[in-house]
């Protein structure tokens, strides 16, 4: 089964940033929307940002605007998370998911279609 592959989690304190990157050795990441969820201990697992294929339009979470960026590297067929200012509630279990064409939500904090998923990368914030 097709596979993503996140990194770039670890521990950082309020106000510090991270880079998350989201990679895939056996298809080609440019040609579908790529999301990023999160789950915290506890919670149900929501969609923070994503960008679709093509133009690369971009979603983001209310909580996580002006904060977090979400960008391809369609020669390293890799995209990425950049994290700023984090807090300590932003610490939980980032994943990024793989599917589609266009960023579409379902309402609620979840985007849709979605077809390939990462196992996730923990980011802890904290003093």
């Known amino acids: 089964q097709l596979q993503l592959v996140e990194s770039g989690g670890g521990l950082v304190q309020p106000g510090g940033s991270l880079r998350l990157s989201c990679a895939a050795s056996?298809?080609?990441?440019?040609?579908?929307?790529i999301a990023w969820f999160r789950q915290a201990p506890g919670k149900e697992r929501e969609g923070i940002s994503c960008?679709?294929?093509?133009?690369?339009?971009?979603d983001y979470a209310d909580s996580v605007k002006g904060r977090f960026t979400i960008s391809r590297d369609n020669a390293d067929n890799t995209v990425y998370l950049q994290m700023n200012n984090l807090k300590p509630e932003n610490t939980a279990v980032y994943y990024c998911?793989?599917?589609?064409?266009?960023?579409?939500?379902?309402?609620?904090?979840?985007?849709?279609?979605?077809?390939?998923w990462g196992t996730g990368t923990q980011v802890t914030v904290s003093q």
């Open positions: 960008i679709s294929s093509g133009r690369g339009n971009t």
């Open positions: 998911a793989a599917g589609g064409n266009m960023c579409v939500k379902n309402g609620g904090p979840f985007y849709l279609g979605l077809e390939f």
């Open positions: 056996e298809f080609t990441l440019e040609y579908y929307a």
